[in-house]
């Protein structure tokens, strides 16, 4: 009997893989610094990543892979568990996504632009620099023939609604000296910083970048085993993480503010690719990635203990 392929098929099918590697990320949590916010924050998103898949079937067969990738990826940078910043933004841009790819080939999306709009805004507020990130969401309504030029301003002007409710609050109370001093505060951080991240977080850049990269190479020669609205999902969501790292790549100070966004996003990839594969070296390859992020947990919160 061939048991090559059973493996990998075994490992996607599985479900205790992510129950394990949920109660190994809940302990790894307690023995560092966190903040509960996040911790509620990651299991909101947990949550939301099973019905994004759910959703839009983005797998071909029924898998608790990205779940699994996500809880061990969110232990492998502890310093996030206390970056309440960073955590709201992943939920503002996974749920934008979500709103994005539910408008697919829809005639006229213009409403679900503005509210995406909306949520650019308040994650601008939150931090100036995911104003970046709405490049990012254009590309992808531009893909799925959603945004048109009143899509566009729609967008616009939902992205400066919030910014406009917070500077009428600081005109009436007197305290518009804020803005400016807010402005100010994340002005020098466009500047591109390459190279100041430490030797652990290149390693788990880089192991994330080469799942993203071969999980890419896989979709673009196998587009055609997928439907097409599975295909434009996938190859959309495999673009934005590619985007995301180049990111980290050129402004490291931004890894508080990315890094969550991308381990939500790419999390997906990865559960895709995994699923869609066969024979027993992948099945190894898969559980070698799983022990070694489980190792890089337990050092990362190790070392903050």
């Given at each position: 009997?061939?048991?090559?392929?059973?493996?990998?098929?075994h490992l996607v099918k599985s479900k205790a893989?992510?129950?394990?590697?949920?109660?190994?990320?809940?302990?790894?949590?307690?023995?560092?610094?966190?903040?509960?916010?996040?911790?509620?924050?990651?299991g909101v998103i947990t949550f939301f990543l099973?019905?994004?898949?759910?959703?839009?079937?983005?797998?071909?067969?029924?898998?608790?892979?990205?779940?699994?990738?996500?809880?061990?990826?969110?232990?492998?940078?502890?310093?996030?568990?206390?970056?309440?910043?960073?955590?709201?933004?992943?939920?503002?841009?996974?749920?934008?996504?979500?709103?994005?790819?539910?408008?697919?080939?829809?005639?006229?999306?213009?409403?679900?632009?503005?509210?995406?709009?909306?949520?650019?805004?308040?994650?601008?507020?939150?931090?100036?620099?995911?104003?970046?990130?709405?490049?990012?969401?254009?590309?992808?309504?531009?893909?799925?023939?959603?945004?048109?030029?009143?899509?566009?301003?729609?967008?616009?002007?939902?992205?400066?609604?919030?910014?406009?409710?917070?500077?009428?609050?600081?005109?009436?109370?007197?305290?518009?000296?804020?803005?400016?001093?807010?402005?100010?505060?994340?002005?020098?951080?466009?500047?591109?910083?390459?190279?100041?991240?430490?030797?652990?977080?290149?390693?788990?850049?880089?192991?994330?970048?080469?799942l993203v990269i071969s999980a890419t190479v896989?979709?673009?020669?196998?587009?055609?085993?997928?439907?097409?609205?599975?295909?434009?999902?996938?190859?959309?969501?495999?673009?934005?993480?590619?985007?995301?790292?180049?990111?980290?790549?050129?402004?490291?100070?931004?890894?508080?503010?990315?890094?969550?966004?991308?381990?939500?996003?790419?999390?997906?990839?990865?559960?895709?690719?995994?699923?869609?594969?066969?024979?027993?070296?992948?099945?190894?390859?898969?559980?070698?990635?799983?022990?070694?992020?489980?190792?890089?947990?337990?050092?990362?919160?190790?070392?903050?203990?």
């Amino acid at each position: 009997m061939n048991r090559g392929p059973r493996l990998i098929e075994h490992l996607v099918k599985s479900k205790a893989l992510f129950p394990i590697a949920l109660v190994f990320s809940i302990s790894a949590w307690a023995l560092a610094p966190y903040n509960w916010v996040v911790a509620l924050i990651y299991g909101v998103i947990t949550f939301f990543l099973w019905v994004f898949e759910r959703h839009f079937t983005l797998f071909q067969i029924k898998s608790q892979l990205h779940l699994t990738f996500f809880v061990l990826l969110s232990i492998l940078v502890p310093s996030l568990h206390t970056n309440v910043g960073g955590s709201l933004i992943m939920v503002l841009f996974i749920i934008s996504i979500y709103l994005l790819f539910d408008s697919y080939q829809q005639r006229d999306a213009v409403l679900t632009l503005h509210l995406i709009g909306i949520l650019g805004g308040i994650g601008s507020l939150i931090d100036p620099r995911t104003t970046v990130f709405m490049f990012t969401i254009w590309f992808i309504a531009y893909q799925v023939q959603a945004i048109k030029i009143r899509g566009l301003i729609a967008s616009l002007l939902g992205m400066g609604l919030p910014l406009l409710l917070w500077v009428s609050y600081l005109l009436v109370n007197n305290q518009i000296a804020q803005f400016s001093n807010f402005i100010c505060q994340y002005k020098s951080l466009y500047i591109p910083q390459i190279g100041t991240l430490q030797w652990d977080e290149w390693t788990i850049l880089g192991l994330i970048s080469i799942l993203v990269i071969s999980a890419t190479v896989h979709i673009l020669s196998h587009t055609h085993y997928d439907k097409l609205r599975t295909a434009t999902y996938i190859s959309l969501i495999s673009a934005i993480s590619v985007f995301l790292i180049i990111l980290n790549f050129l402004f490291v100070n931004w890894w508080a503010i990315v890094m969550p966004s991308l381990f939500g996003i790419s999390s997906l990839l990865f559960g895709h690719y995994f699923s869609s594969q066969k024979g027993k070296f992948t099945g190894i390859i898969l559980v070698i990635i799983f022990l070694f992020m489980g190792a890089m947990g337990i050092y990362e919160m190790m070392k903050l203990k």
